[in-house]
Nanobody
Framework: QMQLVESGGGLVQAGGSLRLSCVASGQTFSSYTMGWFRQAPGKEREFVLAIRWTDSSTYYADSVKGRFTISRDNAKNTVYLQMNSLKPEDTAVYYC?????????????????WGQGTQVTVSS
């Protein structure tokens, strides 16, 4: 089992920035592809970004390209999400799951370990 704890969420004005962190424990963090997903009220959970464990290559949803950045520090068992130029439509609970099965990197079903999430609210 892997435990994941997200932090760094909060209330920010449109155009502002936030940096989310996700600390992992219980498994060898460096061996897992990590993702960030989000879920807004009344909507399905959606893929935001991911970073592979093999070469740290990154993948982005079109909606966040140029604004959000994912990175990882294996020494600290932590993955980060830097969010810039935030928009009200970015408001959601953000999760950082670990991918546990082979499959599409943007498919939530391939991620077996999930944290409780952290709320991000962007005001207009």
């Amino acid at each position: 089992q892997m435990q994941l704890v997200e932090s760094g969420g909060g209330l920010v004005q449109a155009g502002g920035s936030l940096r989310l962190s996700c600390v992992a424990s219980g498994q060898t963090f460096s061996s897992y592809t990590m993702g960030w997903f989000r879920q807004a009220p009344g909507k399905e959970r959606e893929f935001v970004l991911a970073i592979r464990w093999t070469d740290s290559s990154t993948y982005y949803a079109d909606s966040v390209k140029g604004r959000f950045t994912i990175s990882r520090d294996n020494a600290k068992n932590t993955v980060y999400l830097q969010m810039n130029s935030l928009k009200p439509e970015d408001t959601a609970v953000y999760y950082c799951p670990a991918q546990t099965t082979v499959g599409g990197i943007s498919a939530a079903g391939t991620y077996g370990y999930w944290g409780q999430g952290t709320q991000v609210t962007v005001s207009s």
